[in-house]
């Protein structure tokens, strides 16, 4: 059995350090997740290093996501794409689902007997209990 830890990144290292830190014992594989837009649709750098966490190197998978999903939804004035105000939301949950989504790349050595937790950066499973 072994238990994967799966989380999105933006560019929150210290939390990131403190996730790694506190589940290390506890987890085979750290599974991270980092899109090149926005969670509102702007192009961004992607800013994970695993430099910065070398110590954990042998267990990160980090997936980057370079497209946006294929259903966002845009309109068309003057024949320009835009992106309306009244679906910026329901655009916005399309792209966390997509980057969320994407996790399951990291996944492709878990058995069914394994655990897979997902949770926000900033919210760490207490193991311990």
Do not use: W
Request: proline content about 3%.
């Amino acid at each position: 059995m072994k238990i994967f830890d799966c989380t999105l990144f933006y560019d929150e290292d210290l939390i990131l350090e403190v996730r790694l830190n506190m589940l290390n014992k506890y987890v085979d594989k750290f599974v991270i997740s980092e899109s090149k837009y926005t969670h509102s649709g702007a192009k961004k750098k992607l800013n994970f290093d695993i430099k910065k966490f070398s110590e954990f190197k042998k267990k990160i998978i980090y997936i980057p996501v370079d497209k946006e999903p294929e259903d966002i939804i845009y309109e068309k004035k003057d024949n320009v794409l835009f992106e309306n105000p009244a679906n910026r939301r329901i655009n916005s949950i399309k792209r966390i689902a997509h980057q969320r989504n994407k996790l399951m790349e990291g996944l492709s050595d878990a058995n069914d007997n394994d655990f897979i937790f997902y949770s926000d950066n900033d919210e760490m499973p207490n193991f311990a209990n």
